[in-house]
Structure formats: C-alpha cells, structure tokens
C-alpha cells in the first residue's frame, strides 16, 4: 500500500503513511477507512491453496506470521524495499493474474 489511510484489524486501527506492506490471518475481521490516495494490491491466499502443496491438513496456520500478538500486522518500508517488493509483485502478477474486480475508495 501507498498513500495514508488507516486499516482496521481485529477492531485495532492502524495508521498507514507511505509504502506499507499489512498483513491479516485467516478470520481476522479487518476494513479500510479515511483513505487519501491509499493505493496498492492486494493479495489473498486460501486454504485450498496451501492444500495443494502437502496432504491435509496441512501445516498453514503453524507458520510464526499467523496471530502475532506482540507484532502490529503493519510493516513500514523505505522507498528502495518498496521498489524491490513492487518488482517481485510484477513476477507474482505475471504467474498469477490479479482479479479483474477492482474496490475503489474516494
């Protein structure tokens, strides 16, 4: 994400000023609000995706980035980590087309 704006997740707002990468877990309840200009993909990964790598049930939500209590779920970059995240984005966009459906807030 670019921009400012604040996202809301598990009923905890989070500011959001310049390039920003956010994260949510499966069933974390999570809105965006009072966006200028917050721009940037978004990307949703599924159970059934991760099915596909090992038998179920897999080992998806052992992973450390799930429900870290201590960590906030947003993580600032600096303008160069920005651009090197936006040119492996583009490869991801390449293997996996982005959804034609596009959620726009004014």
Known sequence: MDGEGEVCIDFQDYQ???????????GQVHRWSRTRGLVGPFKSFT???YDGRESPPTSLLEHD?????QTPPVLPLRRKEAASIQFFWKQLEL???LSKERN???
């Open 16 to 26: 959001i000023k310049g390039p920003t990468l956010v994260f949510t877990s499966p």
């Open 47 to 49: 159970q059934e995706f």
């Open 65 to 69: 980035f799930w429900y870290p209590f």
């Open 95 to 97: 293997e996996v087309p």
């Open 104 to 106: 726009e807030a004014d």
